[in-house]
């Protein structure tokens, strides 16, 4: 069940562990050998940002991730929240936040994110003595 509230929290700032030169060269590589990348879309579509320009665009996912995060900004995400580039967008977008892995804690983009509720939902539904 997706019950995502579609705020656009997520992609108002994106944190890789790569840095906009790793983005950039991996998006070559992968185009240029014709293998369909994440790193093609992110080297196209996201702008770097300081942590500073991060902070002030979301300040609660960013205040709780490592000084040695990356961060980015899509050029997709419209005004509303919205993607653009839904239909096309990369794997690391469509999986997000639990990629198919047993739903877990860690930090989410906005307090009213849809997916608070779906991992309360999941804990319970998934306690064994219930």
């Known amino acids: 069940m997706n019950l995502c509230n579609q705020c656009g929290a997520c992609c108002r700032t994106i944190a890789l562990d790569q840095s906009p030169e790793e983005v950039r060269a991996l998006?070559?590589?992968?185009?240029?050998?014709?293998?369909?990348?994440?790193?093609?879309?992110?080297?196209?579509?996201w702008r770097p940002l300081t942590?500073?320009?991060?902070?002030?665009?979301?300040?609660?996912?960013?205040?709780?991730?490592?000084e040695t995060k990356?961060?980015?900004a899509c050029d997709q995400l419209a005004a509303?929240?919205?993607?653009?580039?839904?239909?096309?967008r990369p794997l690391v977008c469509r999986g997000y936040p639990w990629y198919d892995q047993p739903v877990r804690d860690m930090?989410?983009?906005d307090p009213l994110c849809g997916y608070v509720y779906e991992q309360v939902r999941d804990f319970v539904?998934?306690?064994?003595?219930l």
Do not use: K, M, Q, W
């Not at 942590?51 to 490592?66: I, K, Q």
């Open 70 to 72: 990356h961060f980015y």
């Open 125 to 129: 539904i998934r306690r064994d003595d």
């Open 80 to 88: 509303d929240g919205r993607c653009l580039a839904h239909a096309t």
């Open 51 to 66: 942590r500073r320009e991060a902070l002030a665009a979301n300040p609660f996912y960013v205040a709780r991730l490592p």
């Open 27 to 45: 998006g070559t590589l992968t185009a240029v050998l014709g293998i369909p990348s994440d790193h093609t879309f992110a080297a196209a579509h």
């Open 107 to 109: 930090p989410l983009p």
